[in-house]
């Protein structure tokens, strides 16, 4: 088939390299020329303008966009002209999904597809694969099932759940979840998620990295953290092993263990980061929609917070709570403990 991608950075253009390797014709459009030529030269078709891009395409187009959420309603204003009824346009990146509701009854009126695609699978989906949680019209995303299958890491990616009746395209990585949003309420679920497990294993490591803090030089303040027996916090751990010897027979082992393991063997210390975690709206997305629905998800909003604090934005809160502790018992801030 032949696909147009407007954005190639981190994931669009890898996305075109695993579709082009599977013989499927890309044009690719981007402002950043150094990438086009990249990508041009591993065998797609560049274009240096949204009207030379579709005039590229054959109809019925087929026009993904990779790029961030707050660009795509722009972006939809300069192609959406040049496409014609029957076209079809894809939402890959990671839009609130009742903006996909609304761009499709939008779309829908100029006669234009609409397709949203959470799209999961990062730096790693060229050689992985992606996972893809679809929205949209049915009779368009069997036109594309060609394109997912190239797109998604396919049934060897997992053996087959036990009892499980075989014949959803789920098990080769990508589904059509519902009408349009579907797609990007699943994906928004799966980052929200995502912001959980991440937190447990950060916070796993963290207990294991302070379980020496009983030994000579490393006990703690005893009014801001009692410790009434050191000698049940003299271990050692080698976190870089012990990330290993998880990936192995466990059952918290999970692809973000692999990710875990692999930054602990190349940075044991973790030295390389700063600790400031960023959130790129889905895992907020996610706790509006367990507010609205009254489901509670108090681990998922856990972690987004804790995001939060990273980022120091917990800074204010914090010295209120020391100057109330200095106001209501003349308690002085303690200077940091060693290693802090």
């Not at 609130?96 to 695609?117: F, P």
Request: glycine content about 12%; some cysteine.
């Amino acid at each position: 088939m032949q696909i147009g991608m407007i954005g190639i950075g981190r994931m669009g253009g890898d996305m075109v390299r695993r579709l082009l390797g599977q013989g499927h014709d890309c044009v690719a459009f981007d402002h950043n020329t150094v990438a086009l030529a990249a990508l041009v030269a591993d065998g797609a078709k560049g274009a240096d303008s949204l009207a030379n891009f579709v005039g590229q395409l054959a109809t019925p187009r087929v026009v993904w966009l990779m790029i961030p959420a707050a660009a795509v309603d722009a972006v939809i204003a300069e192609v959406a002209p040049l496409l014609s009824a029957g076209d079809i346009l894809i939402d890959g990146g990671n839009s609130h999904y009742h903006d996909d509701i609304r761009r499709s009854a939008e779309l829908r009126a100029r006669g234009i597809r609409y397709l949203d695609v959470g799209t999961s699978g990062g730096v790693w989906g060229r050689e992985r694969g992606y996972c893809l949680m679809i929205g949209g019209e049915v009779d368009a995303v069997k036109f594309l099932q060609p394109v997912f299958a190239a797109l998604a890491p396919g049934t060897d990616a997992a053996p087959p759940t036990p009892g499980r009746q075989p014949g959803s395209t789920a098990e080769q990585g990508y589904l059509h979840c519902g009408p349009s949003g579907a797609g990007h309420f699943v994906k928004m679920v799966h980052n929200g998620i995502e912001y959980g497990l991440m937190a447990a294993y950060a916070e796993g490591f963290a207990i294991m990295q302070h379980a020496n803090i009983g030994q000579q030089g490393r006990e703690t303040d005893a009014e801001t953290s009692p410790l009434r027996n050191p000698e049940h916090f003299r271990y050692d751990l080698n976190l870089a092993d012990i990330a290993e010897l998880w990936r192995r027979g466990s059952v918290v082992t999970s692809w973000l263990l692999d990710l875990s393991a692999q930054s602990l063997a190349e940075n044991p210390t973790l030295d390389k980061f700063a600790g400031r975690v960023s959130d790129s709206g889905e895992g907020r997305w996610t706790i509006n929609a367990a507010v609205e629905a009254g489901v509670p998800a108090p681990v998922l909003s856990a972690a987004l917070y804790q995001r939060f604090s990273s980022r120091g934005e917990g800074d204010f809160g914090n010295r209120l709570l020391s100057a109330m502790r200095y106001q209501f018992g003349g308690h002085h801030e303690k200077p940091p403990t060693k290693g802090e």
